[in-house]
């Protein structure tokens, strides 16, 4: 089965042109490129003859092939940065989170402790205007007013 025609087989010939390298060392430095850029040597050497073009003609808002790649890369280098940042920070704030349980949770694990520490003086606070507290099952203490 015959394959469609594109419209380009008819034209083929009208578009070929030919280049002559000055070596085979370039040649395969070239091809080798191309490979590398996973492109056709046709398409390697039209982007490279069409950057050269724009960049002579000072067309700013074309963009080489080069430029996405540099853009990308450099983005990529900031994500790693941020995401290592961003590790960083969420260790931080665990510490400081655990610091912060400690040092509130201290004053009712030391044995040598005496005065009155605040929570005290809340519960006497609460006794003295006459509020009563009780255990209510798995939820804690509940204050009720005397009726």
Same mark, same amino acid.
């Given at each position: 089965?015959?394959?469609?025609?594109?419209?380009?087989? $008819?034209?083929? @010939?009208? =578009?070929?042109?030919?280049?002559? *390298?000055?070596? &085979?060392?370039?040649?395969? %430095?070239?091809? /080798?490129?191309?490979?590398?850029?996973?492109?056709?040597?046709?398409?390697?050497?039209?982007?490279?003859?069409?950057?050269?073009?724009?960049?002579?003609?000072?067309?700013?808002?074309?963009?080489?092939?080069?430029?996405?790649?540099?853009?990308?890369?450099?983005?990529?280098? $900031?994500?790693? @940065?941020? =995401?290592?940042?961003?590790?960083? *920070?969420?260790? &931080?704030?665990?510490?400081? %989170?655990?610091? /912060?349980?400690?040092?509130?949770?201290?004053?009712?694990?030391?044995?040598?402790?005496?005065?009155?520490?605040?929570?005290?003086?809340?519960?006497?606070?609460?006794?003295?205007?006459?509020?009563?507290?009780?255990?209510?099952?798995?939820?804690?203490?509940?204050?009720?007013?005397?009726?």
């Amino acid at each position: 089965m015959p394959k469609p025609s594109r419209g380009k087989t $008819e034209t083929i @010939k009208d =578009r070929v042109i030919y280049v002559y *390298l000055s070596s &085979l060392k370039m040649v395969e %430095d070239w091809r /080798l490129r191309a490979e590398k850029a996973a492109v056709s040597i046709s398409k390697f050497v039209i982007e490279r003859v069409e950057d050269s073009s724009r960049c002579e003609e000072g067309d700013e808002s074309y963009l080489s092939r080069a430029e996405p790649v540099k853009r990308l890369r450099s983005a990529e280098e $900031e994500l790693k @940065k941020l =995401r290592e940042e961003n590790r960083l *920070l969420k260790g &931080l704030v665990e510490n400081l %989170d655990n610091e /912060l349980k400690r040092y509130r949770a201290q004053q009712f694990l030391q044995q040598t402790f005496e005065g009155v520490r605040r929570f005290d003086r809340d519960l006497i606070e609460l006794l003295r205007r006459g509020w009563i507290l009780h255990r209510g099952g798995d939820f804690g203490v509940s204050e009720h007013r005397p009726v």
